[in-house]
């Protein structure tokens, strides 16, 4: 290897590094040896198939790409393997519109609340695959009713508002179903210490004073579910307070026994409400063991003669175990508890899923009341959950709820305010992300929570190509049988290796087989761009998929060439072991010299305006004057109209400084002469540059040609006729001046008295203002006497 392409591969390496963390393909790098493992990488990954795909040096990986790049590489449509994920549904029934004002009345089997009830999906690694669940809640639909209630002493005054629920409770549930039924059951403690006193005495009565109190006990089934209210009224009045001796209770022991002992309660398959009446907290695992009890709760069932006989065995079940024994046998609960408990039970609800709480009153007088309304808050709402999921499988839910609004996440798998007859659905993705070990179907349930009804989901896996099927075991193109051939490639047997199977691990040395993989007896191993694999080179992928080593060695690659504009070969050709191959009208090493001349042309359809060659599709301009990509700009060159002037008007006109010498210097151009200016040719009518002049000559006057150059001939079309322009006229002028000179005149004269007004006026004014100041002495003149003499007559009395 010269010292440019080691250069060169250097650089390549270095930039192919950092360009391959952006585009590197998961299928590439997957390096997959069959189709089958091909199709687990990713979706978007395919398998060509054709025996003749590969190029001398590629691996069986190389089979593997995603399909656009499978396209590029010339591989058939037909013979890539690319198998999709699908959905079939198997059973669809719609669900039930029920009126319970009909007289016919269905059985709870016979009612659906969600649809469909069956699908098999078939999963392709990273293809999820979608499909919808409708839920619509049924009206009248039955409900069985449990009621677990606390027997110890605290209780005394609620067992007797209780023993009226029966009939009383029938009556409300009316209202919403047609088919309902009740049960009872009762519930102290474990029947050990410290939890209740076990001496002789205390264990027929333990109140004390003089209470009458029956023996304690852990769970009692009282009634099975029945539809029979004054049974229910009947029986409870029968029972009788207990008592122990720590405040929290042994409810959960009694909660999961009604939970796990269908039969014995009389569960049926429809809503199940299990109702816990207490007035105080609760024990749960672990707590078994200030009794001495450490087996942890087995979730069986152990009723006999409808009492629970394993208390003293069996430690209290945990809240997750009570979580799952209620969600597989589809209970809804509602924690009926006092007002001092209601922080406790509701951290509780928090934990089961499809439960509620009520305040209960200090004597249980709203017991129906807390029923009824924690009824419609759970069935107000549906809650979607599945079984166990094989690994490898996850799945999304979206929300479609009532009024359009959208759900994900875990807001995804329910839907809020649900009223009967509303219908809701969800659409559910499931995806793969490996074939399971064992390759069979897997199944999972759907169902929502309180609800018997489940949808059943059996989940089939791609985990092989199509074309594995039509393999041929021990084929004769896997050298003498030593393989199978499918998917285009050959399978080896175990201990074969190599393309073909050629190849057994025990036999050959490794010494012998590197030997056949260096060119020319070199020091490089397939020129360090490939392994040698039994004898013969499989070149290295790079995580670009478009870059790729060929050859016998491993010599060639499509990315190690001459570059222009950053650009491999240029943009237009390809690169073929190292060497740029051009596309049409292209040449160079790197591929950037055209050969066409489109880009050459100027203006005039000259190719570089005749003032240069044109190479690799650039004009070099031969005249020093001249520039531009095609020639035409000429900064020191004047004006076509400019340069042309003189002749046309020493030709047209016989004028102008080339009159002399006009026919030596002015017979390059044909001479067209036109009437008026409309007639000159217009730049619209010509299919060739054409440049329009307006020219003074000496006297001013104006004439006006066109000049254009028409396969090769220059032309000038002139008007005949100079545009010069007329002599002034006299009279107008003077009379004008005349005119002029008296209004300036007269207007002067009119400023002028103007002025004197305003000033005449202003004078006045002050004048005016003076006067009306002055002040003038009044003294009298000493010298002064008055003409006129007073006489009084004497005798005047004023009479």
């Known amino acids: 290897m010269d010292l440019r392409l080691l ?18 393909s ?12 091909c199709i687990q990488v990713a979706e978007t990954c395919g398998w060509c198939a054709a025996e003749k795909f590969l190029t001398e040096g590629q691996s069986k990986s190389a089979r593997c790409d995603d399909l656009e790049s499978l396209k590029k590489r010339n591989c058939a449509v037909t013979t890539i393997e690319n198998p999709r ?22 059985k709870p089997e016979q009612i659906t609340q969600i649809q469909p009830q069956k699908l098999t999906l078939t999963l392709r690694s990273g293809e999820p695959q979608t499909f919808e669940l409708k839920f619509k809640r049924a009206e009248d639909y039955p409900i069985d009713l449990y009621y677990l209630m606390d027997l110890s002493f605290s209780m005394k005054d609620d067992l007797e508002n209780v023993k009226n629920l029966g009939t009383d409770l029938m009556r ?14 009762s519930f102290v403690e474990k029947t050990v210490m410290p939890y ?33 209210g004054d049974e229910f009224n009947r029986l409870v009045s029968q029972q009788q307070i207990s008592g122990n001796l720590d405040s929290p209770e042994g409810g959960f022991d009694a909660i999961m026994q009604v939970a796990v002992c269908e039969n014995q309660i009389g569960w049926r398959n429809v809503t199940r409400l299990l109702v816990f009446s207490t007035d105080a907290g609760f024990h749960f695992a672990g707590d078994g063991k200030l009794g001495g009890i450490v087996l942890p709760n087995d979730g069986r069932c152990h009723l006999e003669n409808n009492m629970y006989t394993m208390s003293h065995y069996y430690d209290y079940p945990s809240i997750a175990h009570l979580v799952q024994k209620l969600s597989d046998h589809n209970i809804q609960t509602i924690f009926a508890v006092t007002e001092e408990f209601q922080p406790v039970y509701k951290e509780l609800k928090n934990l089961i899923p499809k439960s509620a709480v009520g305040t209960l009153s200090s004597n249980s007088s709203n017991v129906i009341k807390l029923i009824i309304d924690a009824y419609n808050s759970l069935s107000s ?8 999921l094989p690994d490898g499988v996850s799945m999304n839910y979206k929300s479609i709820c009532k009024n359009g609004v959208e759900g994900t996440g875990d807001n995804g798998r329910k839907c809020s305010n649900i009223s009967i007859g509303d219908e809701v659905s969800f659409k559910i993705s499931i995806e793969s992300k490996k074939c399971p070990s064992h390759g069979k179907a897997e199944i999972i349930k759907i169902k929502p929570l309180g609800f018997t009804e489940e949808v059943e989901v059996v989940l089939n896996f791609i985990c092989n190509c199509q074309c594995a099927a039509k393999g041929k075991p021990n084929s004769e193109m896997c050298h003498e049988g030593n393989g199978t051939f499918e998917c285009g490639s050959c399978k080896c047997n175990d201990g074969r290796i190599g393309r073909l199977c050629e190849c057994s691990k025990d036999e050959v040395r490794t010494e012998d087989l590197d030997a056949n993989c260096r060119k020319d007896n070199g020091t490089d191993i397939c020129s360090n761009t490939g392994d040698c694999v039994c004898g013969t080179c499989e070149c290295k992928k790079r995580e670009i998929p478009t870059e790729i080593y060929t050859g016998k060695y491993c010599e060639c690659d499509n990315f190690n060439c001459d570059r222009s504009n950053n650009k491999l070969c240029g943009g237009h050709g390809r690169c073929d072991c190292r060497k740029c191959v051009c596309d049409a009208n292209y040449t160079g090493s790197a591929c950037d010299c055209s050969l066409e001349t489109a880009t050459c042309l100027a203006k005039n359809g000259q190719i570089c305006n005749g003032r240069g060659t044109c190479d690799c599709g650039s004009c070099k301009c031969t005249n020093p004057k001249f520039q531009g990509p095609t020639c035409e700009i000429c900064p020191t060159c004047p004006g076509v109209c400019a340069e042309h002037k003189d002749c046309v008007q020493c030709r047209g006109f016989e004028a102008g400084e080339k009159k002399d010498t006009c026919q030596d210097e002015c017979n390059y151009f044909q001479l067209i002469k036109v009437k008026d200016r409309d007639k000159l040719p217009q730049p619209t009518d010509q299919s060739f540059p054409l440049t329009h002049c307006k020219e003074r000559d000496a006297n ?47 207007a002067l004269l009119l400023i002028w008295k103007l002025l004197m007004i305003i000033h005449d006026r202003r004078e006045f004014a002050k004048f005016e203002k003076e006067k009306m100041n002055a002040k003038w002495d009044t003294g009298e003149n000493p010298i002064y006497k008055s003409a006129v ?3 009084v007559n004497p005798k005047y009395e004023g009479k």
């Open 7 to 24: 250069l060169i591969a250097t650089l390549s390496a270095v930039l192919g590094g950092s360009w391959a963390q952006q585009e590197g």
């Open 26 to 37: 998961e299928c590439i790098k997957a390096n997959a040896q069959s189709c089958g493992e």
């Open 85 to 106: 994920g699908s959905v079939n549904i198997n059973k669809n029934k719609p669900v039930t519109n029920r009126n319970k004002d009909v007289a016919e009345k269905l």
């Open 172 to 185: 409300e549930m009316q209202e919403i179903t047609s088919d309902f039924r009740i049960g009872f059951g």
């Open 196 to 228: 209740i006193s076990t001496t002789p005495a205390r264990l027929i009565n333990p109140c004390t004073g003089n209470q009458n109190c029956t023996s304690p006990f852990s769970y009692k089934n009282v009634l099975n579910l029945t539809d029979k």
């Open 381 to 388: 709402e549906v809650i979607l959950e599945n079984g166990r």
């Open 700 to 746: 001013d006057c104006w004439f006006y040609y066109t000049y254009a150059i028409r396969n090769e001939t220059k032309e000038v079309y002139v008007v005949e006729t100079l545009e010069c322009p007329a002599g002034p006229d006299i009279i107008p002028i003077v009379a004008g001046v005349v005119a002029g000179i008296v209004l300036i005149g007269l």
């Open 789 to 791: 003499t007073t006489v």
